[in-house]
Nanobody, 127 residues
Framework: QVQLVESGGGLVQAGGSLRLSCAAS????????MGWFRQAPGKEREFVAA????????YYAHSVKGRFTISRDNAKNTEYLQMDSLDPEDTAVYYC????????????????????WGQGTQVTVSS
């Protein structure tokens, strides 16, 4: 059984930083894509960032571009989300996601693209 486990969430003041990690355990295979999504209270889950298998291609939501950085360590089956200049609007539960199958037409920002999800970690940014 494959599990994605997030860590690194917490409470931070506006302007601060947090680094989220997502470790994959269980059966190991190639993660063709990994991503981060978030869901704030009363809102739909939204795309935050994604990264290709090689790490050579990264994708960001407009709202976080320039402030967040996604990366991955394939040897450790782990992805990261470095979040800087945090704003209260970033408060949400953050979910990591992984795609274990190849597709010729990837949609990195689409939640339906991913077949594995973590349980989420809370990020709260105070003003």
């Amino acid at each position: 059984q494959v599990q994605l486990v997030e860590s690194g969430g917490g409470l931070v003041q506006a302007g601060g930083s947090l680094r989220l990690s997502c470790a994959a355990s269980g059966r190991t295979f190639r993660w063709y894509a990994m991503g981060w999504f978030r869901q704030a209270p009363g809102k739909e889950r939204e795309f935050v960032a994604a990264i290709s298998w090689s790490g050579g291609n990264t994708y960001y939501a407009h709202s976080v571009k320039g402030r967040f950085t996604i990366s991955r360590d394939n040897a450790k089956n782990t992805e990261y989300l470095q979040m800087d200049s945090l704003d209260p609007e970033d408060t949400a539960v953050y979910y990591c996601a992984g795609r274990s199958f190849y597709t010729g037409s990837p949609d990195y920002a689409g939640a339906g693209e991913y077949n594995y999800w973590g349980q989420g970690t809370q990020v709260t940014v105070s003003s």
